[in-house]
């Protein structure tokens, strides 16, 4: 609460706060046309996730306890080697169906190829917007 002084007392008008922060409404400018575009941008698909990671574990916790001796640990090794041969056939399986044009699964998000097919064959219509 501000003190009273005689200049304030003075004043007919009740002393107001912020008199010159009046509210002065909002004015939209269109700067493109709100319109959709019949593409989307491509970008690289991420294939999945991290393939062979207790494998990994495994081989390193044998290594630690053979002080990095690799020839103690071969069975480790040669498992993690091959759990690696089976994710590089996979993701290449995966990479040659996202090259057809079809979705790795049901519940994933579609391609963009997929999609700017889609958006082809429905175009938007042309913009009558004029812009100032």
Known sequence: MPKLTEIMLAY????????????????????????????????????GKAYCVEEMSIMMACWKQNDFNQQRCSQELAAFHKCV???QAAEQAARETLKQGKSLNVGQRMPASQVNKLLKRYPQPPVTIQLK
């Open 12 to 47: 007919n008008r009740p002393f107001k706060k912020f008199t010159n922060y009046k509210p002065q409404g909002y004015k939209y400018k269109i700067v493109l046309p709100p319109v959709l575009r019949d593409y989307v941008s491509e970008r690289k698909e991420k294939l």
């Open 85 to 87: 041969v089976e994710a």
